[in-house]
T-cell receptor, first 111, second 116 residues
């Protein structure tokens, strides 16, 4: 079983839709959970991170962590064509030496 | 501007011909790392460095070497490239200190390597 599982999609939605992106993980020791966004032909960039369980909101983006289910989510409200990208969930290993990434979900928002 | 710079962006080479991909960061970060990204496999760590002269293997180190002689530079060396090293490579750096969680990593633009 992979440490981090993420449905690769692709996911296509119309502009203005609410998007839900999800990951599951197997290592209960993970405590820091991140979402990176990767545009085509670019490197990943950090969108937001959360510590332990709970929600965190940043503008149109909300990250949610449920440690009891080992499940994390990223919600995008009022999606825009500029949100079209690959979204990668990631977790820090305990030693702080590596990010463990999901395979990424490719999102396309049409106008 | 804070950035991680990789060169070259694109490279086509032949099997067995040694090559180096350079990586430089201007943020005075102690942590640097190399990842490769492959379809269906995602991003996998090759090597990382917590500081000058301190390097260690990641998940997929076979066929690669690194060095960290200066804080800002972390080159990736393929001494005898093979076709299975055809991939998209990313260098990353972070403020993360030893023993602290790795949160925000800054990635370069990527190097697309093709080995024929």
């Amino acid at each position: 079983q992979k440490e981090v599982e993420q449905d690769p999609g692709p996911l296509s939605v119309p502009e203005g839709a609410i998007v839900s992106l999800n990951c599951t993980y197997s290592n209960s020791a993970f405590q820091y959970f991140m979402w990176y966004r990767q545009y085509s032909r670019k490197g990943p960039e950090l969108l937001m991170y959360t510590y332990s369980s709970g929600n965190k909101e940043d503008g149109r983006f909300t990250a949610q962590v449920d440690k009891s289910s080992k499940y994390i989510s990223l919600f995008i409200r009022d999606s825009q064509p500029s949100d079209s990208a690959t979204y990668l969930c990631a977790m820090s290993n305990q030693a702080g030496t590596a990010l463990i990434f999901g395979k990424g979900t490719t999102l396309s928002v049409s106008s | 501007e804070a950035q991680v710079t990789q060169n070259p962006r694109y490279l086509i080479t032949v099997t067995g011909k040694k090559l180096t991909v350079t990586c430089s960061q201007n943020m005075n970060h102690e942590y640097m790392s190399w990842y490769r990204q492959d379809p269906g496999l995602g991003l996998r760590q090759i090597y990382y460095s917590m500081n000058v002269e301190v390097t260690d293997k990641g998940d997929v180190p076979e066929g690669y070497k690194v060095s960290r002689k200066e804080k800002r530079n972390f080159p990736l060396i393929l001494e005898s490239p093979s076709p299975n090293q055809t991939s998209l490579y990313f260098c990353a750096s972070s403020l993360s200190a030893s023993g602290q969680p790795l949160l925000e990593a800054f990635f370069g633009q990527g190097t697309r390597l093709t080995v024929v």
